[in-house]
Antibody, heavy 124, light 107 residues
Framework: EVQLVESGGGLVEPGGSLRLSCAASGFTFNNAWMTWVRQAPGKGLEWIGRIKSKNDGGAIDYAAPVKGRFTISRDDSKNTLYLQMDSLKTEDTALYYC???????????????WGQGTLVTVSS | DIQMTQSPSSLSASAGDRVIITCRASQSISNYLNWYQQKPGKAPKLLIYAASSLQSGVPSRFSGSGSGTDFTLTITSLQPEDFATYYCQQSYTTPVTFGQGTKVEIK
């Protein structure tokens, strides 16, 4: 069974840092592209960034609101995805999901498996 | 960035109704369009990928169509478990962007 389990969320003051983890199981993690998506309370879905598999070059892309503050990384030996969040702002308060990226026809991509999310609250 | 606009933002329907949700992209995205369902307190679930391909395990009453800039998600014969919020998402280019969501409520 494919499973993603996020951890590391919590309450942090503005300007602080937090590292989220996403433990993957049930699929070949080192071949998978992975993403982070967040959802502010009562709001819609917002893509944060994506990391490709090392086989596909390992490139990382970020959304503009988090670029330069957030860092996505992966440890394929541990089947784990990370999100290092620095210089946190109140507007970063959200439920953070990790997802695996499926590969469809003609290189279409989609988010086929989601974790349960971990809540990050940025407040003084 | 590619803007994704869904309509309506919300709708009320009865079990057994046919429901159509539309999604428009601000530029052509070919068929790089996915649909997700999210129930309260749960993670989103993939329904449709590549505009019209049904994800494994998703009931056949869900279908998707469209190409270019205009897409639709159709639910034939709405079931009680289908009351949820639906999101479209483009994967044509980064940043990946989502529509604002369509909440399907019980009439």
């Amino acid at each position: 069974e494919v499973q993603l389990v996020e951890s590391g969320g919590g309450l942090v003051e503005p300007g602080g840092s937090l590292r989220l983890s996403c433990a993957a199981s049930g699929f070949t993690f080192n071949n998978a592209w992975m993403t982070w998506v967040r959802q502010a309370p009562g709001k819609g879905l917002e893509w944060i960034g994506r990391i490709k598999s090392k086989n596909d070059g390992g490139a990382i892309d970020y959304a503009a609101p988090v670029k330069g503050r957030f860092t996505i990384s992966r440890d394929d030996s541990k089947n784990t995805l990370y999100l290092q969040m620095d210089s946190l702002k109140t507007e970063d308060t959200a439920l953070y999901y990790c997802t695996s990226v499926g590969d469809g026809p003609k290189q279409t991509r989609y988010f086929d498996c989601w974790g349960q999310g971990t809540l990050v609250t940025v407040s003084s | 960035d590619i803007q994704m606009t869904q309509s309506p933002s919300s709708l009320s329907a009865s079990a057994g109704d046919r429901v159509i949700i539309t999604c428009r992209a601000s530029q052509s995205i070919s068929n790089y369009l996915n649909w997700y369902q999210q129930k309260p307190g749960k993670a989103p679930k993939l329904l449709i990928y590549a505009a019209s391909s049904l994800q494994s395990g998703v009931p056949s009453r869900f279908s998707g169509s469209g190409s270019g800039t205009d897409f639709t998600l159709t639910i034939t014969s709405l079931q009680p478990e289908d009351f949820a919020t639906y999101y479209c998402q483009q994967s044509y280019t980064t940043p990946v962007t989502f529509g604002q969501g369509t909440k399907v409520e019980i009439k």
